[in-house]
């Protein structure tokens, strides 16, 4: 199974929006990739999630967020190095 790396953006729209594109996109691609994020990503992507107007769009979901970019809690998708090499998928 080819391995990857989740983007922040697809990561914070995912839990913005559960029934869009980007949401889709994480579900489809745990059937096809082996996901995985950096600590770095994951800091990035709750640094965001607290931004007063991301804030205001989850409307009282703010501990599901958080529960879900606890590295334990997003199930399937494995922590990474730096310097670990995985393959990208490109723009089509």
């Known amino acids: 199974m080819t391995r990857t790396v989740i983007d922040t953006n697809v ?7 559960r029934a869009g594109v980007p ?8 059937l096809r990739y082996e996901l995985g994020w950096s600590p770095a990503i994951a800091v990035e992507c709750q640094r965001i999630l607290d931004l007063p107007r991301v804030l205001k769009r989850l409307k009282g979901r703010e501990t599901q967020a958080r529960q879900v970019l606890a590295v334990g809690n997003f199930a399937g998708v494995m922590v990474v190095s730096a310097a670990e090499s995985l393959a990208t998928i490109g723009e089509p």
Do not use: E, P, Q, T
Not at 11 to 17: A, P
């Open 11 to 17: 990561v914070v729209s995912g839990i913005l929006n």
């Open 23 to 30: 949401a889709g996109v994480l579900k489809a691609a745990r």
